[in-house]
């Protein structure tokens, strides 16, 4: 029997967004890990506020609690805001991972400080509030935000322009060596990163080279671009 993991999104989706997750973290599973995604029957639709994320705070617990003691190996959290993760580790006899808690101390290997790009337009200062909660508020250089709904994000052509402004100001204005994306949803495209930070030549102030970082190996990326 392979690594089993139960992830949880902390929304209610779609089975078009339901499988869109199941693909992705399926093709980066590795060949012995077995994923099972499973979607939310209540709480919100987005998470825009603060109110949202408290109400899917508390749906992800709701079904997170479901799990049974030999169902699954770990129990992962498909947001970056990492909603209900301290409360299921307290009931459930398996790991609970979340992205953001996972993904702050491993920064310190790549860059001192970082910046985060967040998706809605009231997410900066929950970002704040969160990061420093856990410890590394310090560190946190900015938070930028692409200011896009939910369904805007998925848009791959829409998400890939206000990623392209944002990137830039935030390593050139705020001077952000590392740059957490915040959102599990928005994805930054290697072709974005190549055309905003390694022109011809590249500056001598901003980066030569674009690092992508994946985080929970073979099974979760949450990218990281650093510039070296």
């Given at each position: 029997?392979?690594?089993?993991?139960?992830?949880?999104?902390?929304?209610?989706?779609?089975?078009?967004?339901?499988?869109?997750?199941?693909?992705?973290?399926?093709e980066r599973a590795s060949g012995d890990t077995e994923i099972e995604v499973v979607g939310l029957g209540a709480g919100p639709y987005a998470l825009e506020t603060a109110a949202d994320l408290a109400a899917s705070d508390d749906a992800v617990f709701e079904e997170g609690v479901k799990t049974g003691p030999n169902e699954c190996d770990a129990v992962l959290i498909d947001c970056i805001f990492d909603p209900a993760v301290d409360r299921l580790r307290d009931v459930l006899p398996m790991p609970v991972f979340g992205p953001l808690r996972t993904a702050l101390p491993?920064?310190?290997?790549?860059a001192p400080r970082f910046g985060i790009i967040a998706r809605?337009?009231?997410?900066?200062?929950?970002?704040?509030?969160?990061?420093?909660?856990?410890?590394?508020?310090?560190?946190?250089?900015?938070?930028?935000?692409l200011a896009?709904?939910?369904a805007e994000a998925k848009d791959p052509e829409r998400c890939g322009v206000a990623m392209r402004e944002q990137l830039k100001r935030i390593v050139e204005d705020d001077g952000a060596p590392a740059v957490v994306m915040g959102s599990t949803t928005m994805a930054i495209a290697p072709e974005v990163a190549a055309a905003e930070f390694d022109p011809d030549p590249p500056p001598a102030d901003t980066t030569s080279t674009i690092i992508f970082v994946g985080l929970f190996v073979d099974l979760l990326q949450v990218p990281l671009v650093v510039k070296t």
């Amino acid at each position: 029997m392979g690594f089993r993991v139960k992830i949880i999104t902390p929304l209610q989706v779609d089975d078009v967004d339901l499988n869109r997750r199941r693909r992705r973290y399926g093709e980066r599973a590795s060949g012995d890990t077995e994923i099972e995604v499973v979607g939310l029957g209540a709480g919100p639709y987005a998470l825009e506020t603060a109110a949202d994320l408290a109400a899917s705070d508390d749906a992800v617990f709701e079904e997170g609690v479901k799990t049974g003691p030999n169902e699954c190996d770990a129990v992962l959290i498909d947001c970056i805001f990492d909603p209900a993760v301290d409360r299921l580790r307290d009931v459930l006899p398996m790991p609970v991972f979340g992205p953001l808690r996972t993904a702050l101390p491993l920064l310190s290997l790549v860059a001192p400080r970082f910046g985060i790009i967040a998706r809605g337009k009231d997410h900066g200062a929950i970002f704040t509030e969160l990061v420093d909660r856990y410890g590394h508020g310090d560190q946190l250089i900015a938070v930028r935000t692409l200011a896009l709904p939910y369904a805007e994000a998925k848009d791959p052509e829409r998400c890939g322009v206000a990623m392209r402004e944002q990137l830039k100001r935030i390593v050139e204005d705020d001077g952000a060596p590392a740059v957490v994306m915040g959102s599990t949803t928005m994805a930054i495209a290697p072709e974005v990163a190549a055309a905003e930070f390694d022109p011809d030549p590249p500056p001598a102030d901003t980066t030569s080279t674009i690092i992508f970082v994946g985080l929970f190996v073979d099974l979760l990326q949450v990218p990281l671009v650093v510039k070296t």
